[in-house]
T-cell receptor
Framework: AQTVTQSQPEMSVQEAETVTLSCTYD???????LFWYKQPPSRQMILVIR??????QNATENRFSVNFQKAAKSFSLKISDSQLGDAAMYFC???????????FGTGTRLQVTL | EAQVTQNPRYLITVTGKKLTVTCSQN?????MSWYRQDPGLGLRQIYY???????DKGDVPEGYKVSRKEKRNFPLILESPSPNQTSLYFC?????????????FGSGTRLTVV
């Protein structure tokens, strides 16, 4: 069974600084997709970034980028120029080629300080 | 606006009193799913549906029922709620069962069973 591990329950970053959230996963599949979701206090689940396993190039969305290491099964999220609005719970998630189950990690709570 | 609508947003009920949480999407998505979110456990899949009249169990289906009579609706039914079903529930949908689309989530239902 696929598993997703987020080993940092909580992280803190100062405004304007850079922070990296870690995620590792376990799978025997070759075709899969990885996601980072943000859950602010409003509890809405917001898709931040997506990575296809067959693409070697790391995905980037504005201040958000990933470091995808397929051999190591690692998928970390880097947030640059952190803003107060980035404070949230962040979930790493994995899906195979069919959407029968999006598997989530346990989440990392990010605090942004002045 | 394209969205997944869940109701109610908050619900407090008593043990054993049947309840239904509604979920509706207006994006003509084929795939729909229910998750529950608990502290330290992330999100876990309860049930999913690939299309109308096609449903299947996720990781934690005990105590829940679903139905998919129409493409847009996917209600979650708790026939006899118990306190261990106190949780935050999310409905999600995806265009198809291709895993690369990711999910669109509803805004969540906070359920408390006393």
């Amino acid at each position: 069974a696929q598993t997703v591990t987020q080993s940092q329950p909580e992280m803190s970053v100062q405004e304007a600084e850079t922070v990296t959230l870690s995620c590792t996963y376990d799978t025997s599949e070759s075709d899969y997709y990885l996601f980072w979701y943000k859950q602010p206090p409003s509890r809405q689940m917001i898709l931040v970034i997506r990575q296809e396993a067959y693409k070697q190039q790391n995905a980037t969305e504005n201040r958000f980028s990933v470091n995808f290491q397929k051999a190591a099964k690692s998928f970390s999220l880097k947030i640059s120029d952190s803003q107060l609005g980035d404070a949230a719970m962040y979930f790493c998630a994995y899906n195979t080629g069919t959407a029968s189950k999006l598997t989530f990690g346990t989440g990392t709570r990010l605090q942004v300080t002045l | 606006e394209a969205q997944v609508t869940q109701n109610p947003r908050y619900l407090i009920t008593v043990t054993g009193k049947k309840l239904t949480v509604t979920c509706s999407q207006n994006m003509n998505h084929e795939y729909m799913s229910w998750y529950r979110q608990d502290p330290g456990l992330g999100l876990r899949q309860i049930y999913y549906s690939m299309n109308v009249e096609v449903t299947d169990k996720g990781d934690v289906p005990e105590g829940y029922k679903v139905s998919r009579k129409e493409k847009r609706n996917f209600p979650l039914i708790l026939e006899s709620p118990s306190p261990n079903q106190t949780s935050l529930y999310f409905c999600a949908s995806s265009l198809s069962n291709w895993g690369g689309y990711g999910y669109t989530f509803g805004s969540g239902t906070r359920l408390t069973v006393v």
